[in-house]
Every structure is written in structure tokens, then in C-alpha cells.
């Protein structure tokens, strides 16, 4: 007799996001830009920047160490870890391997995703889809960035925006009959707008040259009004989607946690939604935009919080780089 299948459940969260602060203020003195400017056209106060020897592995081994904890889990009964993040360590080996070596665990598949902001979304539906064959017990997924390593620090249009950070999850199967657990993903891409929001230099198209170097191509680039536009209507999207595709209603939400990458965004997207912005879970005040880090920051701090209880349902939703975007339902 086959058993019914089991779900996907989130066992336990963790963060880390580095000691220095980077103030409006402070930036000030760095870029021709104020306070005002960036709080009222992002909701963004400070942000987090690593120091000289944090990295994505370093801060992704701590919010992994502290999500495994949280789970009430050993490491050794960790056996798949992916890793999503646009700032790895280095080209090769793959960041998850790195967190390995850090975390001590000895029998795991390791390896990156690159779906930039969407990237935990992403990350999620894989390790997911890894637990449900029968053949892992646990997957650590982890969004990680430093992204002020390719920040150009003289264009003020897009280093005021961005900060560094990570968050993690440990996912595992639940017991058979119990609800609680991932109920659906919707994730989507659309190259033809790469170019939006990109490194150009670096890889493989154009690799490190005294060239590429003085034309500042290894920094992330951006056109910021389009990209607004874009998160708007895919954001939007994504979301009314994964709510109609289950036949939940708006108001059968509890939280809804999203990618913090501007208050206007999620401001237009609560009105979308018809959800008050109270049940918004928000700290991009605190972090700015963290990238592939951005949702499982706030998911563990909100659940911290007490803002998620067991029997809740909750909605992720995100976009980014790629162009990328990604929901989620969850019963917590
Ligand atoms: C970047 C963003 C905040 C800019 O806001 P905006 O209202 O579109 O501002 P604009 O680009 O029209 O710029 C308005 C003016 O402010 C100036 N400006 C840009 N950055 C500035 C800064 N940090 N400080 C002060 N002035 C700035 C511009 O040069 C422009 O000046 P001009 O009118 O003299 O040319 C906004 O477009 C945005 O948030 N886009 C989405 C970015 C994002 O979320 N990316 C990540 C997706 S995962």
C-alpha cells in the first residue's frame, strides 16, 4: 500500500547579518545623496556591510549553524545544502561546499543557485523537489550576498539600495497526515530583460582585464525606473497567481513576507492584494536590499518575532535579476 505523500516542511530559520551599519547619513559623505532622498523613495534607513574577511560562505555557515539550532537538529542528519547567492565566494568551488567545510558536515550534495533576489524562492522549490524523491532527510537552504563587493561606490543610483547578509532554512519532510507545510511555488523568468539589472564583467563574456576593470564593468549596473516597473507588475503577478491556483483568499493570510527591496513595491503591491500593510512583514529599513538573503532574513526574524504562528498561512513573493520572480504559500 503506498503512503500519502508527505510535505515539505520548514523545520527551522536562522540569520546573520555583520556588525557595521552603514547609515543614509554615512553614505552621504561617500555619493552626492541624503537621507531624505533614499528613505522616502525606498523605506531604506542603514544597511549591513561585511567586513574584509566576512564572505557568503562565512555569513551563510552562520545563519546555517543557527537555522540547524532552531530546528532542534544534529549536522550530521543535514544532507543537502544549496546555497543561493549572485556574490559566491569565488567562480568555483560552489559556496554550499564552502558552507560544508565550515559547518563540519561530512555527507551532503552541495551546490549554488544563481536566480539573483528570487534566489531563495528558487532554492526552496529545488531542495523541495530533492526531499520528495525519499532519498534526503534534511535540505539547509541558504540565500547569501556580499553584495558590497560589486557595488560601485561612486554611482550613487544603485550602492545607496543594496546591503550584505544571510538567511537560512532547514527543510524536511513532515509526518504523514500532517498539513503543516509548503503548498505550492510559482516561480518564473524572462532573459530578454537581463540586461536591466546585471555584472556585466567577471565571467566568461568578459573576464577581468585591465579593460574591464577601468570600465567599471565588474559592478553591478541598473536601470532603476524599469526595473520598478517590472518588480510592480511581476510581483503583482506571481502573487495573485499562487493565491488563485490554491483558492486562497487574500484575507486567509496571515503574513505576507517579501523581497525588501523598496517600500513603494511592496506598498503598491499590499494594494494589489488587498491586504493592509500591517501584515506586510518589513525590515528593509534595517538591511536594504540583501538579494538572494532579503526573504529568509525577514522569514526567520519574523517568526522570531511571534508574527508567524503554527497554523498560519503565509505568502513569499520576490523578483529579481534575470529577470526572475518567485511565490510561495506556506502553512506554518
Ligand atoms: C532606484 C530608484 C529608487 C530611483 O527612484 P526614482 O524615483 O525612479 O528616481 P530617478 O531614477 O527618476 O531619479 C530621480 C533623480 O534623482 C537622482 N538620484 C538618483 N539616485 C540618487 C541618490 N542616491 N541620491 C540623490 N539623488 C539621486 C537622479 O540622478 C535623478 O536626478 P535628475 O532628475 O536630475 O536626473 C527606483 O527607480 C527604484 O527603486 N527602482 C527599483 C530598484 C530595485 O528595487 N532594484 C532591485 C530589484 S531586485
Known sequence: MSSAPRSVQIKGTGSYTPQKALTNNDLSKIVDTSDEWIFTRTGIKERRIAD?????????????????????????????????????????????CLVQEKLGIKNAVCFDVEAACSGFLYIMEIASGLLQT?????????????????????????CVLFGDGAGAAVLGLGEEGDTAGIIDFKLGADGSKADMLHQPGGGCAIPP????????????????????KQAVRVMGQAAVEILEQN???????????????????????????????????????????TSAASIPIALDEAARAGRIKRGDIILLVAFGAGLTWGSSLIRW
Open 52 to 96: 574584509e574577511n566576512e564572505t557568503s560562505s562565512s555569513m551563510g555557515a552562520e545563519a546555517g549553524r543557527r537555522a540547524i539550532e532552531n530546528a532542534g537538529l544534529n549536522i550530521d542528519v543535514i544532507d543537502v545544502i544549496v546555497v543561493g547567492t549572485m556574490t559566491p565566494d569565488m567562480p568555483f568551488p560552489s559556496t554550499a
Open 134 to 158: 525519499g532519498r534526503y532527510r534534511n535540505a539547509l537552504v541558504i540565500g547569501s550576498e556580499k553584495l558590497s563587493s560589486i557595488l560601485d561606490w561612486e554611482d550613487r543610483t544603485t
Open 209 to 228: 582585464s585591465t579593460e574591464s576593470l577601468a570600465g567599471r564593468q565588474h559592478f553591478l549596473k541598473m536601470r532603476g525606473k524599469e526595473v520598478f
Open 247 to 289: 483558492g486562497i483568499e487574500s484575507d486567509q493570510l496571515a503574513c505576507v513576507v517579501p523581497h525588501q527591496a523598496n517600500m513603494r513595491i511592496i506598498e503598491s503591491l499590499s494594494s494589489r492584494l488587498h491586504i493592509p500593510i500591517e501584515r506586510f512583514f518589513l525590515n528593509l529599513d534595517k538591511y536594504g536590499n
